[in-house]
């Protein structure tokens, strides 16, 4: 079974601070691995990485996965308090007739103090 | 910019009633999703939807689960007989083609209370 494990659970952190989420998987036959941002509700994409080594990167955000390691991490610099959030990871498992399915990590709550 | 929607976004129901969840997934996306969150706990995959037909489904998604995608625009998710368990908040998500389809944009949810 495809296992996706989160952290920190949850973080609080002043506005200006840089933080660093973790997401470890395991998976049969990994594809890819992404990135949502949760607020009130619909998870919203951040990222999607397939490549070990490539940064992608969207204004403060960042991410990079290792493949040899099996992990993700997410980097917010300069975090403000729209920031605050749960980020998801999940990861693609390319076996089977799977068509996309996600499996979900149990995310880490960002809190963004002003 | 074209989004993901869900209607109603909130609903409850007695313990035995059937339900129908609809979305409107985005409108050049093949394939469709639904997953459910149950308060406090992880985002789970339901099921996936294409070419009018599921391609992939959990455990969860026993026979009193199915969807049906009635026209070109509408994707339901229907509980027949509704039990307290299946108190969640339940997305639906679509993506475009089989290159980008781990590319899953979430609609805001319908937020279901089996009393």
């Known amino acids: 079974e495809d296992k996706v494990v989160q952290s920190p659970l949850s973080l609080v952190v002043h506005e200006g601070d840089t933080v660093t989420l973790n997401c470890s998987y395991e998976v049969t036959n990994f594809r890819s691995l992404l990135w949502y941002k949760q607020e009130k509700k619909a998870p919203t994409f951040l990222f999607m990485l397939t490549s070990s080594g490539i940064e992608k990167k969207s204004g403060r955000l960042s991410s990079i996965l290792d493949k040899k390691e099996l992990f993700s991490i997410l980097n917010i610099t300069a975090t403000q308090t729209g920031d605050s959030a749960v980020y998801l990871c999940a990861v693609v498992n390319a076996g089977g007739t799977s068509y996309g399915k996600l499996t979900f990590g149990q995310g880490t709550i960002l809190t963004v103090h002003p | 910019e074209p989004e993901v929607t869900q209607t109603p976004s909130h609903q409850v129901t007695q313990m035995g009633q059937e339900v129908i969840l609809r979305c409107v997934p985005i409108?050049?996306?093949?394939?469709f999703y639904w997953y459910r969150q149950i308060l406090g706990q992880k985002v789970e995959f339901l099921v996936s939807f294409y070419n009018n037909e599921i391609s992939e489904k959990s455990e969860i998604f026993d026979d009193q689960f199915s969807v049906e995608r009635p026209d070109g625009s509408n994707f339901t998710l229907k509980i027949r007989s509704t039990k307290l368990e299946d108190s969640a908040m339940y997305f639906c998500a679509s993506s475009d083609n089989i290159a980008d389809q781990e590319t899953q944009y979430f609609g805001p949810g319908t937020r279901l209370l089996v009393l």
């Open positions: 409108s050049n996306h093949l394939y």
